[in-house]
């Protein structure tokens, strides 16, 4: 279980991730929140170098998911050598720090990793 | 020589000698990195001079310190330096230059590119690594970064140790180091190049041929003012 | 709607600006684009094109400070932002107003200077048009979006890294014969892949896109002055029209879009922007793509309608897109190597074809074009502007 949510539309019940009042899918208002979790299906991803300077790595890897509820987020993966269609778990840590305040993300791990 | 100049000098010895390689550059351009003869130091000033006046990415401050460096070596008032250079046909496109410390540690001192856009920085710093690690079979090197962009380069792509103890000879700013374990694990991606040089290659890589000044601070700054004049 | 025309044209040198500030750039392009026009000083709408002034320049207000700079009192002004489709947004605001009659003349600057910052913070600074929460704060780079989207699209079509690089190829070539063009050097494939020195000639950015599938770090203006038939026809200049123009969006996110590899707002942008002038793609002559990656070029030539999905590497590998070539892609060189200010890119395009249609071009000039295309593409897709421009007469 994560601190990050998903929507679920109340008409036609379109999942999305950020969450959306007004459903991409139906155009109706209202949408109930819903967590993001359980396993995640790896659908691309990149190693990103040239970093910004909140970062003194040489790369990140980043990469898009989809849950089995539908909803698809990005986040940082802590896989060696990720490949596409893989299976992920997820866990929320530090992504970020913009100048003194740190931002959590979510994070994605092959199935039994210890979590970082 | 005067009984003075002996004292003023420092001890002259032979560093070993950086084996000439070549490298294809993006363009598919062959360039040399050899290493320059004291000698040939004149050849090198004006170009270095010309660089004072650009400001942009620091150009002034490496060029102003690696200009004294070089005329300091010319005339003897630096220990164990050396320079290694880059040429495409003869022509020059980058320097870097250092000095051996000890024999366990080599200080290096600046990179100056005067070729953009096709690594040619990159290419000499790996250089000049792979002539104290390799050649003068030094423990590490110390390192400084006066640009940004040397800074994101080195200190990033090499994932270089601070070293806050080591009062670098180029003013005391933080210092870092690359050991030889960072060497060789960094080495497959960042130290590329050929030996020995085709004879035909090094023939022209024989003399250095500098760049006229104008050319060269084109080149450097890219500068859109130009186009009209 | 009544018709546009496009009555002067200007540009800086893209590269970088030294100790010129950006109103000086902006200046720069106006000035050459008022003079072409021949209109003296009576333009009664300017629209300045920018994303970054106040991040990188804090300036704000850049439409006021063009007409004083200029000295275009009492002209109407206003300041354009829409990230990197900025200039496209611009130049069809202006279309729309003086189609709508409001005006009959409008000049149109797009400008950046990037080089203010170093290269990382200016990449940082384009990152902030990425979605805030879902991300931007994971450290997500316009250079990631597109690598995400290249290892799908390359492993959907074929792609290879070598049709990657001849894109970079043809438009450094391009670039050499367009003296308004940030880089000029041609590059080869065996340089940037096929030598073990490509590894540092030709780096990873965001795997699997390299250095030189990215495009330079900017700065530059350009600018079009923009009047009815009328005032166009008084001026004796070549009859360049906007025929059509098209503006889509898609989701902020790119994990939200259903398919990763498709470029929706492309393909309605550009079927807008064909409708509008009632042509087809087939039509047109010559076209400047947004290729701030490789990818892109090869992604919209497809989606734009000049090939089919999943075919434009091979038109690429063809030389079709080559001058001389069926439909020649970024004879300027692209953002490629033309270079890439970002509020500058969609008002250059127009500028590139509005040359090669008003027979302007020198020596890159594409054989009596008679259609061209732009698009300008917003984000990582989430906002594009095409133009299709003919040449009357
Ligand atoms: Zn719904």
Not at chain 1, 73 to 84: H, Q, S
Not at chain 2, 101 to 127: N, Q
Not at chain 3, 144 to 150: K, Q, T, V, W
Not at chain 3, 216 to 234: H, I, T
């Amino acid at each position: 279980m994560t601190a990050f949510t998903a929507s679920v539309c109340r008409s036609c019940g379109a999942v999305a991730y950020p969450p959306r009042r007004r459903c991409r899918a139906c155009g109706k208002t209202g949408s109930d929140p819903v967590p993001l979790e359980g396993k995640a299906t790896l659908v691309t991803f990149t190693r990103v170098y040239n970093l910004s300077l909140a970062f003194e790595e040489r790369y990140i890897t980043v990469g898009i998911v989809e849950f089995q509820s539908g909803a698809r987020a990005l986040g940082r993966l802590a896989v060696d050598e990720p490949e596409i269609g893989m299976e992920l778990s997820c866990y929320v840590a530090p992504v970020r720090t913009v100048g003194y305040e740190t931002y959590e993300g979510l994070w994605f791990e092959r199935p039994g990793s210890p979590a970082a | 020589m005067s009984q003075l100049e002996e004292i003023l000098r420092p001890p002259e010895k032979d560093l070993p000698p950086y084996p000439a390689k070549y490298i294809v550059l993006a363009s598919g351009e062959r360039m040399v990195i050899r290493q320059a003869r004291r000698e040939e130091v004149p050849i090198l000033l004006p170009d270095v001079a010309a660089l004072t006046t650009v400001d942009r990415d620091y150009y002034d401050i490496v060029a102003a310190r690696t200009y004294a460096e070089l005329l300091g070596w010319l005339r003897h008032r630096v220990r164990d330096e050396y320079c290694l250079v880059g040429l495409v046909d003869g022509v020059l496109v980058g320097l870097v230059n250092g000095r051996s410390l000890s024999p366990r540690i080599g200080v290096s001192y600046h990179t100056i590119a005067m070729r953009r856009g096709l690594r040619v920085g990159a290419h000499l710093f790996a250089a000049k690594m792979e002539y104290h690690i390799e050649y003068l079979n030094q423990q590490e090197v110390y390192i400084v970064a006066e640009s940004p962009i040397g800074f994101r380069r080195w200190m990033i792509e090499y994932g270089l140790e601070k070293r806050p103890q080591v009062h670098h000879e180029l003013g005391g700013v933080m210092s870092w180091a690359l050991t030889r374990d960072l060497y060789f694990e960094a080495k497959d991606r960042l130290v590329v190049g050929e030996r020995p040089v085709p004879d035909d290659l090094m023939e022209k890589a024989k003399v250095i041929t500098p760049v006229e000044e104008d050319v060269l601070i084109k080149q450097v700054t890219a500068r859109i003012r130009q186009a009209e004049g | 709607m009544r018709d546009t025309y496009i009555i002067g044209v200007g540009m800086t040198k893209f590269g970088r600006a030294g100790d010129w500030t950006l109103i000086d750039v902006l200046e720069y392009a106006a000035a050459r684009a008022l003079e072409d026009a021949g209109l003296g000083e009576n333009v009664e709408s300017v629209f300045v094109a920018n994303m970054g002034a106040g991040i990188l320049n804090r300036l704000s207000g850049l439409g006021s400070a063009m007409v004083d700079r200029l000295c275009l009192f009492p002209a109407a002004a206003e300041t354009v932002e829409n990230g990197p489709a900025s200039g496209g947004s611009a130049v069809k605001i202006g279309a729309m107003a003086v189609g709508s009659g409001a005006v009959d003349t409008a000049l149109v600057v797009g400008g950046e200077v990037m080089r203010a910052v170093t290269g990382w913070e200016a990449t940082d600074f384009v990152a902030t048009l990425t979605h805030p929460e879902a991300e931007y704060i994971y450290g997500v780079t316009l250079p990631a979006l597109a690598g995400m989207f290249a290892r799908l699209y390359m492993d959907k079509y074929g792609v290879t890294p070598e049709h990657l690089a001849m894109v970079a190829i043809k438009n450094h070539e391009n670039a050499m014969k367009n003296p308004d063009a940030h880089i000029q050097q041609t590059v080869t494939m065996e340089g940037l892949l096929h030598r073990p020195e490509a590894v540092v000639n030709n780096p990873y950015v965001a795997e699997p896109l390299r250095m030189f599938d990215c495009c330079p770090v900017s700065d530059g203006a350009a600018a079009v002055v923009l009047c009815s038939r009328e005032v166009a026809e008084r001026s004796g200049k070549p009859l360049v029209r906007i025929a059509g123009f098209g503006q889509a969006t898609d989701t902020h996110a790119v994990h939200e879009r259903e398919d990763p590899t498709e470029l929706a707002a492309v393909r309605t942008a550009a079927e807008r922007a064909f409708a509008m002038a009632g042509r087809k793609p087939a039509d047109v002559d010559v076209a400047e793509l947004h290729d701030a990656f490789t990818i892109l070029e090869i992604a919209q030539s497809e989606e734009a309608g000049f090939f089919e999905r999943g075919t434009g590497h091979i038109a690429l590998e063809k030389g079709e897109t080559r001058p001389g070539g069926r439909l020649p892609i970024n004879v300027s060189g692209g953002l490629k190597a033309r270079g890439h200010p970002v509020g500058a890119t969609g008002v250059a395009q127009v500028v590139e074809i509005a040359r090669h249609l008003r027979g302007e071009a020198g020596e890159r000039q594409i054989e009596k074009p008679r259609v061209g295309f732009t698009c300008n593409f917003g984000g990582f897709g989430n906002n594009v502007v095409c133009f299709v421009l003919e040449r009357e007469g």
